[in-house]
Each structure stands twice: as C-alpha cells, then as structure tokens.
C-alpha cells in the first residue's frame, strides 16, 4: 500500500512538473514582447536592455525555465500586463469565492444525479427510467452559459426569486451552482443508475429480497451504500469540469472568483493571468486526481492498491 | 451493418438525433438557398423605433439581432461554423489519438511510455482554459479554432485506443501475422485498426457533441470564432447585453447548440451500446 501511494505521489510530481514545462512553452510563445509592454513605446534602447536583463530574458532557454520553475515553487506566477499587480496575490483574492461556488455545485450534483440516477434504476427498462437518460444526456450536452443566462432570466429576471448575479449571501450561490451542478448531475445520474443496477443484481440482494424485505428498504438500507460510495469517491475527478465551468458560469453571473478573473484577462490578452489560472486549475486538478485514486482502495475494497 | 441500421432506426431516441444531425447538415449545405435574407444585412426596419431588436414575427421568423439583422438566416449560417469545425477539428482529433494511441499500444517500450506520460500531462488541463490560453496566444481565425480545440480533444481517444491495442496485440491471431511475417506497419494498417474502428466510430460521433460545445464556449467567450462570421456561439456573445429584454436571441441559438450535441450524444451512444460484443443481447 505504501509503494502504491508513493507511486501515485511521484506520479502526481511529475505531472506537476509537466505542467510548469507546458506553461512556460505558453509564456514563450506569446508574439507580444512584455519588455515592450513594460517600456512603453518611448523607451530608450538602453531601458529595454536593461529590463530585458532584469527579467533574465538575456539568459539561454534552459536557464530561463529553471528560473520559472524556481519562481513558480516559491507561489510566484508573474505580474499581470494591466493590473501590474502580482498573478498570485489576484488569484489568493478570487479563490475563496470560486471554492465556496464549487462547494455547492458538489452539493447539488450529488444531490441532484444520485437521487435521478437511484430513480431511474429502481424504474429500469420504464419510461420514467427512459426520460431520465435522455434528460441526462440533454445536461451534459447543454452549454453552461445558454443554461446559466436563462436560469438567470427566468429566476431572476421574471420571477425574482434570486438575485441578478452578485455575490455575497446563499441566495447568491443558488443559480451559480445550480449551472455547474446540473453538468455534473447529468453525469452521476448516469453511473449512479449504473452503479445501482450492479449492486441489485448481487446475491446478496436477491437473499434479503427473499427474506421478504421491502423494495424501499432494499433499495436504501441495503444497496445504496454499497453504490453510491465509489460513485461519491468520484468527487475529486470533477474539479477538472468545475474548473472550466468556473470561467463561464462566473462570468455570467459576475461572481468574483478565479474564472471571473480568467475571463476580464482574456478581454484584455492579459496572458499572465490566463497561465497563472490554467497553472493553479492543473494543480487543483491533479491534486483531486490524486485524492480520488488514494481514497478510492479505501471506500471500496474490491479496488486493490494496483500498479 | 445491417444490425446496425437496425439498432439505430429502431431506437426513438437515436432517430431523433440521426434527424436534427441530417436537417442541420443540410442547413449548412444550403444555406444559401435556405436562410429567407443574406446573414450580414442590416434591416433598417429590423429593430424599433428605440433601436432594440424585434421579436419573433411574420417578416422575421425568430426576430433580429441587435443590428437588425434576421436571427434565422444567421443561425442557418451559423450551423455551417459549427459543423465545419466539429468535422475539421473533431477529424484531426480523432487522427492525432488514434495514431498516438495505436503508436504506444503496439510498440509499448519508452516511446509508448512517453507518449501515455504526456496524454496523462495533458488530461491534467482544464480543456477550456487550456484552450483560452491558445487561442489568446494565437490570433484566432476558423482554422486556429478548430486547431486549437482538435490540440485539447486528442486525448481521451488516445487512452482509449491505447486500451484496446494494448489488448489486441496480445491476442493469438496478431501473433500468428508477425509468424508468417508481416512487419509492423502491415499489421497495425491490416489487422489491428479495422479492429478499432467501431471504437473510433464511436468516439468520432461523441466527439463532435464536445467539439461543438467547446467552439459554442469558446466563441462566447470572445475567443472563438470571430464576427462577423456568424457561429451559435458568438451571436449569444454579441446580443447577451440584451438578454433581459430580447431572451430569443439567447434562447434559439442556445437550443440550436444543445439540440446539435446532444443528437451526437445520442446517436454515439446507441452506437457504442451496438458496437459493444459484450453488449449484446443485453437487455436495454
């Protein structure tokens, strides 16, 4: 068990390092020169020079990266064009709002896809069962921003019942989430109906079936642990989804997180901020990869510690 | 194949995917004939007198546009980007996994090694913003976009054709073409892709769903697909200001894009559960 965690870590590493390779690829290839940019056009050529040098950009390539890597290990992440603010003291600001948006996109996916998937599975082969797939599937091939600005039009424009974006109380969070949750309720609903019709299909089910127990006791008390358990231990592989869900449905609903930020700096072809957000997206990334595959031998002991 | 037509023409469900696919495809191909005004002509009589856009009526079937353009005529262009690029851009995906995959699934070693280190190192990405970050970087055009979206879709056909040839290399009838002598190339070209094609078939369809969604995403983003080209995406992006007062302009460009990928969903999914051996003869 210990080698599987220390290979799944060093695995993790080198994914990491992969990432800051990457990105660095990234920053180099942007045509605009950022010594022009940080010059302004009437600067001396002595000026530039002397930039150029402050910004080690003097160095050979390798020398630069290992710079870059450097930086990065320390939280640095570069300045933004614009703002000249540091990448990483913009991002620290927006991450709590985009943590507590996913936060409640978790809570409702869950809630919404294990409960439809559970459904459907107890319905097999019925149209109940047949209209939830198809529902499923219209989820998962919604645009998030069409879903979000018409939530936002009919439950806040027509109704009122929310606020017209903003942030700040629950009711805020409502519709934000909502967007987000539903993509992944569309998918829980498919593997929890999966999951579901396995577990039924055990022995042990059909023994408590013939002890006469009920098809609601069957069904809570009996299979849904064993279900839902992987299924929920998926959570961590979502933050890849949240996290582009996070540029769209923060910029429709002008919630300040780090997508909000992501989406201002392509308005501006700040490129700093859309690597520094693409970097820290990768690493949340991995680290919920990471967190699925430790948690997941544990949940469910049929996954052994492979590989 | 004839299992096949049988599978997908008997299912409801996938003959109304195959349907909404066959009437866009023929929407993008005569969109000239078809859209009822030229996309980029400005109706002087196509907003009101305040200057907002109309909507829905008997002139312009599903009203105009902030410009006073007719949004049925745009959006009938407009389903021209999204095929162009879900065909370009999902095609050259599929190429890029496919040879990838099939390339580290038969010759394993440290090239296929290499080659499934970097596909998980590019599963770490966020799909969307890595592809902001390109298309920031890269002025964007049709083609860059579709480029741009082909460079983040590669990867999971990759892993899955990966899988699959991992397993049929090591089966008995692989071994016997590499006895009588076949060399590498004729095996992979004769007897291990046409073993791969209901599975690429299957992740071809399902890909143009995420293709479309990306391009849509991307265009209302800004960084997509330009106007005044007219893509489903970018005509939500240039009349979502409007949102409040005008909803249709949101609203049938929206239903045009998941009705589009959700038909590919479906369809690629009655086709995975036809193609699938160990499928068959399930019940549904």
Redesign the interface.
Known sequence: MIGYIARRLG?AV??LI??SL?TYV?VY???ADPVRQIAGRSATPETVESIRRQLGLDLPLWQQYLRYLGDLLQGDLGRSYIQKTEVATLIASRLPATLELMAGAILLELLIGLSAGIYAASRR?RPAD?AIM?AS??A???????VG??L??VFA?QLGWFPIGGYGTLWHLVLPALTLGLLGGGWYARMMRSAMIEVLRQDYIVTARAKGAGRFRILFVHALRNAALPVVAMVGLDI?IF???A??VE?VYGWPGIGQL??QA??R?D?PI??G??IV??VA??LG?LLADLVAPFIDPRIKFRR | MSHLRDRILGDR?ALFGLTVIAVTVLAALFAERLAPYPPDRQFFDGLTLEGAPLPPNGRFWLGTDLLGRDLLSRLIFGARTSLIIGIVANGAAVAIGALLGITAGYLRGWIGTAIM??T??MM???????A???A??FSPSLWIVALVIAMVNWVQIARVVYTETTSLAEREFIEAARAIGAGPFRILLQHVLPHLLPTLLVWATLGV?TTV?LE??LS????GVRPPTPSW?NI?FEN?TY??TA?WL??F??VA??LL??SF??VG?TLRDALDPTQRGR??
């Open positions: 695995q080198f994914i992969g990432i990457v990234l290839l942007i045509p082969g047949r198809v599937f219209a998962v091939s919604a645009p998030q921003f069409v600005i018409l936002l039009y424009v890849g996290m582009s869900g540029v769209v910029s992501a989406w392509i308005q072809v490129i859309i690597v957000v693409t997206a990768a990334i991995v990869n | 469900v280190r970097f998980d190192l770490a990405f966020p799909a969307l913003l890595l902001i970050a390109l920031a970087i769903a969604l849509a995403t209302y983003l800004g960084v995406g939500i979502q949102f409040a909803p949101v609203f460009p929206g894009i998941l990928a959700l969903n479906l999914d019940e549904p």
